[in-house]
């Protein structure tokens, strides 16, 4: 049983482009969390989704986008992109049965320069 | 938003002894309360949680107390080994939003 899996797991951009990064939660798992990591901090809270549909959303600008497909997977966008949205992006997977309990994947590293 | 806090921010103990890392969070309606650890490159892991109804639990070396009218709540490490060094996170749930401390380094000296 594959655990929470996600792609790329490196990314170089260029200020001002646009990226997109994936997420497959834990099989049995519905809700798909997005969590931005910079370095020597703590996961700061994107949004959550549930049932395709957006359900919570942290303090991030619109820039910041996603969706999540009838299988549960989900993306991640990021448009415009700065020096400053370089960091771990993490996506954590939970369900019914785990109740509040998530389950990270080992992220994507997004370099922007 | 939750406003959440960890103390000490590092922390240093020999092997063996004890560590208690506190988390003190905002938010009264926050009822889920677990503990993440994270090795350097690798992804957060939970390793302990509390929920309100409940003020200790303990697994093994590891145990969580709840102190819901202070709003605070802490990891206790016992018998510390080399391979407890790592960040601990802890991340008091409001809802279906985790908000997340600012970690503790925690090294343990053999």
């Known amino acids: 049983d594959a655990g929470v899996t996600q792609s790329p797991t490196h990314l170089i951009k260029t200020r001002g482009q646009q990226v997109t990064l994936r997420c497959s939660p834990k099989?049995?798992?519905?809700?798909v969390s997005w969590y931005q990591q910079a370095l020597g901090q703590g996961p700061q809270f994107i949004f959550q989704?549930?049932?395709?549909?957006?359900?919570q959303r942290g303090n991030f600008p619109d820039r910041f986008s996603g969706h999540q497909f009838p299988n549960y997977s989900s993306e991640l966008n990021v448009n415009a992109l700065l020096l400053g949205d370089s960091a771990l992006y993490l996506c954590?997977?939970?369900?019914?049965?785990?109740?509040?309990?998530?389950?990270f994947g080992p992220g994507t590293r997004l370099t922007v320069t | 938003g939750e406003n959440v806090e960890q103390h000490p921010s590092t922390l240093s103990v020999q092997e063996g002894d004890s560590a208690v890392i506190k988390c003190t969070y905002s938010?009264?309606?926050?009822?889920?309360f677990p503990w993440y650890k994270q090795e350097l490159g690798k992804r957060p892991q939970l390793i302990i949680d509390?929920?309100?109804?409940?003020g200790e639990k303990k697994d093994q070396r590891i145990a969580v107390t709840l102190n819901k009218t202070a709003k605070h709540f802490s990891l206790h490490i016992t018998e510390t080994q080399p391979e407890d060094s790592a960040v601990y996170f802890c991340?008091?749930?409001?809802?279906?939003?985790?908000?997340f401390g600012t970690g503790t380094s925690l090294t343990v000296i053999p």
């Open positions: 938010d009264s309606a926050s009822n889920y």
């Open positions: 989704y549930y049932e395709e549909e957006e359900r």
């Open positions: 509390i929920r309100s109804n409940v």
């Open positions: 099989s049995g798992h519905d809700t």
């Open positions: 991340a008091p749930n409001t809802g279906n939003q985790f908000y």
């Open positions: 954590a997977s939970s369900g019914r049965l785990t109740g509040d309990e998530q389950y």
